[in-house]
């Protein structure tokens, strides 16, 4: 069927015609309630509940949901799909399971998360089980070890770097609106309060912080260490009670894996800044990711099977491995502090800040997540423990 937008009525039809789908929803397709629940920049989602059972929709539209003038292209749904497919094996349950992706309608039918929340709405309600982090740690480490060249032989690398080079449209969205607009004048940045100006304008000319920065464009662009997420902040995850789950893999690309890792702390990180009394919870989450990825990580590199380290025996693998933790560590600083700058003054915000009570409380979080955010920059390189970290942060 060639590409056409879908809305309620004609997703009702495309689903009868597929009767393994129709078949999860039971009854007839009388008996669907299909409702739209797009709350993210790009895509449409739908979710159907049937007699039976229930089915989460998602279909690319070629341009921005959230800015029809501008292009995108379809085939996102397709690394989407292609990312589920790469790691369901390896983090399942941690992710909904992909029963069909249709790659003429760039629609993806998957299981439906119910009655799963957002994990940022979940946050910003304060109706969140502490401890989720540890399923993302966990997450983060066994997508890792299904897509390193430490685990895995070369081959298997090369098909991931071929399977996902030509995501390029999502990349470019990550090279423009996190590594470099926030850091200059841009018609896409929203104009900040005025009294945020200064410290904006601070940022566009700060030279060290363009060095820094520059060091994490090379970083994201050129270290293929694994098969990243690509959009791994509290949007992209939902939760209810113990059960958590990771979405919205569309910008899935090779690179490195303190990207993933970065991203998810800075969005913890900008939320501490936007509710300081929650400082404690959101300290022992990140604690619980980074204790569970490296512990995880620990567990499933500690026997080989990829190229890299072929030669090495347990005791030089430890030593390797803690290395390339240190190394991983860094880039998920400098990455964090890239998030909470994006997240604070770039085109795509976040609601955390609607916590603020007052316009001059707004201000100041978000002068502390600017000011986190190009300390973890400058000061990643010198990064060794968590604590470090947590310290830069002021959360230690
Ligand atoms: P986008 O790429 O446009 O950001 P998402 O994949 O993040 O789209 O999905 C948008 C919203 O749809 C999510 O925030 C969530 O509310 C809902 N959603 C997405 N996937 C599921 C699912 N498997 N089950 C239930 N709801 C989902
Ligand atoms: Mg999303
Ligand atoms: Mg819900
Ligand atoms: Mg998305």
Known sequence: MPYFTLDASSLQHWLTDHADLAFRLGGDPSDWTIREVSDGNLNTVFLVDGPVGSLCCKQALPHVRVAPEWPMPLERALYEARYIRATAEAVRPAAPEL???????????MECLTPHEVLRTALIRDEVQPGFSTTIGQYVARSVHATSWISQPFEHGSKLLADFAGNTALTRITVDLILTDPFRPCSRNPAPEAALLPDVEALHTDKPLHRAVGSLQDRFLT???????????????????????VIDG???????????????????ALHACAAPNKRGLIEAEITAFWNSFTTELRTLLKTGGGDVWALSDEAQREELLENFLIGILQDTTGFCGLE???????????????????????????????TIGRRLILEAANVATLENLLALMLLA
Do not use: W
């Open 99 to 109: 029963y069909f992706y249709d790659d003429e309608m760039f629609l993806l039918v």
């Open 223 to 245: 270290a293929r260490q694994a098969l990243l997420h690509g959009d791994l902040h509290t949007g992209s995850i939902m939760q209810h009670k113990d059960d958590v789950r």
């Open 250 to 268: 569309e910008f899935a690309t090779m690179g490195p894996i303190g990207f993933d890792c970065g991203l998810y702390l800075g969005n913890l």
């Open 340 to 370: 909470m700058i994006r997240r604070t003054i770039g085109f795509a915000q976040v609601a955390d800040y609607t916590l603020c009570t007052t316009p001059e409380s707004r201000t100041e979080a978000r002068r502390k997540a600017l």
